[in-house]
């Protein structure tokens, strides 16, 4: 009777392995962000600081990082990338990047793509500067490292149902209702003279 007992729970074990697999195969994939240019929490490269409008010291090259994202949710009809500084201007917060209307079909932006020729299939909006595209972070050489967070904002809107041009609170005001879910890297950056 003990070893029927046994063969039982074995049996019963057994059985019970495979629906316990396919319920972890069944959750849903998280929608993420990557770069292969930097790791979340890691220090920008130089490459992607701002230039001499940062001031004659700066040796950065100004250029928009390469982004990477995966799993969107269900629905995506286009991104928007938002690079903001929450502790430039003193902690009021920069933009350093907005960029809206990439097609659901993308699954990131290339190294460059926020500069002054951007794709065909991305609408800029302006920075802090007042300017289209991506400027680079400079950070006074007297603060401490900033923390710089790019979002990816999967929206419901097709491309091109937003102007160019929109600042962050004019883009924010626009997508208010329309996003599905974002994903997000924070990076790190000191000016050093």
Request: glycine share 14%; with cysteine; proline share 10%.
């Amino acid at each position: 009777m003990m070893m029927l007992r046994m063969i039982g729970a074995v049996v019963f074990a057994c059985g019970l392995a495979p629906s316990a697999i396919s319920v972890a195969d069944a959750a849903p994939a998280h929608f993420t962000l990557s770069s292969p240019a930097f790791k979340d929490d890691g220090v920008l490269p130089l490459k992607y600081a701002g230039g001499t409008l940062c001031g004659a010291d700066s040796r950065g090259g100004n250029t928009s990082p390469p982004l990477a994202w995966s799993n969107p949710p269900a629905g995506t009809k286009s991104f928007a990338v938002l690079m903001i500084d929450p502790d430039g201007r003193r902690g009021l917060g920069s933009v350093h990047w907005l960029a809206y209307g990439i097609p659901a079909a993308r699954t990131g932006v290339k190294e460059g793509e926020g500069g002054p020729a951007p794709a065909p299939d991305i609408t800029e909006g302006k920075n802090s500067r007042g300017t289209l595209g991506y400027t680079g972070p400079c950070g006074p050489p007297v603060d401490a490292p900033h923390h710089y967070v790019i979002d990816v904002i999967a929206l419901d809107l097709a491309p091109g149902s937003l102007q160019g041009g929109l600042d962050r609170d004019a883009l924010l005001k626009a997508i208010a209702g329309h996003s599905l879910g974002p994903t997000s890297l924070v990076v790190r950056y000191h000016r050093t003279p």
